[in-house]
């Protein structure tokens, strides 16, 4: 069991919020988090990587001297990939890196992270974070005051909040998701989880509704499935 000090936004000490991390996921699958992890990086991949055959670059087909006689190797088209000015031999084309775990072992990757992250005291708590008009300034402000300032952090809020979003979206190595857009890649990146009392409270909510197998290392579920 876990007391969490909930702050307000001048980081004043305002209560506790009691959780036990078992409750959002009863163990931490490194190997899962692990899959999910690469999975995600591996779906950013471009992919639009692309070099030319020798059927693809310019230059005559013809044979370039005689086969015999004349003491050079024998050749034929220019553009072989062994001449300078030639196609690649072994071409590289257009990919799509992605793919996908089932879905429940990403949705249980995504619990064990945001476990993890209350297990090693990497979640910060305030009451609430609204705001009337996009302020950036406001935002760095509060950010100082819990003592993020300089720290990569994740803000999470129970639902979609645009003046909060773009209070954020301008600042170096901080960023905003509502909890039911938060995966395992986005809670383990950054350093620091911010997370207002109502975001804990539909984390809490959701993961309850789940079960609560665990996953072996193929990411594939036990009890889940």
């Known amino acids: 069991m876990a007391n969490l000090t909930v702050y307000d936004r001048k980081g004043s000490t305002v209560g506790e919020y009691e959780i036990d991390p078992t409750e959002i996921a009863t163990k931490i699958n490194k190997q899962l988090l692990h899959d999910a992890v690469v999975m995600y990086q591996a779906s950013q991949r471009q992919g639009s990587h692309k070099t030319k055959s020798r059927g693809e670059v ?5 044979k370039m001297y ?4 004349t003491g050079n190797a024998r050749a034929g088209s220019r553009r072989s990939g062994v001449r300078r000015g030639g ?5 590289i084309r257009n990919r799509d890196y992605s793919y996908r775990l089932p879905r429940k072992a990403v949705q249980l990757a995504t619990r064990m992270a945001i476990a993890s992250k209350i297990q090693d005291g990497e979640i910060v708590v305030i009451d609430e ?14 950010l100082k005051s819990l003592g993020l300032d300089g720290v990569t952090t994740l803000i999470a809020v129970e639902s979609r909040d645009v003046n909060a979003y773009k209070s954020a979206r301008n600042i170096a190595g901080v960023s905003m998701s ?3 857009d938060l995966n395992a890649l986005s809670v383990l990146m950054p350093r620091r989880m911010l997370v ?4 804990l409270d539909a984390i809490k909510e959701r993961a309850a509704t789940k079960p609560s197998g665990t996953a072996g290392s193929d990411g594939r579920q036990g009890a889940e499935r």
């Open 66 to 69: 005689r086969q015999k006689g």
């Open 196 to 199: 207002t009392k109502a975001a």
């Open 129 to 142: 974070l609204r705001f009337d008009a996009p302020a950036t300034r406001e935002m760095v402000s509060v």
């Open 178 to 180: 509502p909890v039911a």
């Open 87 to 91: 196609g690649h031999i072994f071409a």
């Open 58 to 62: 310019s230059g005559s087909t013809k």
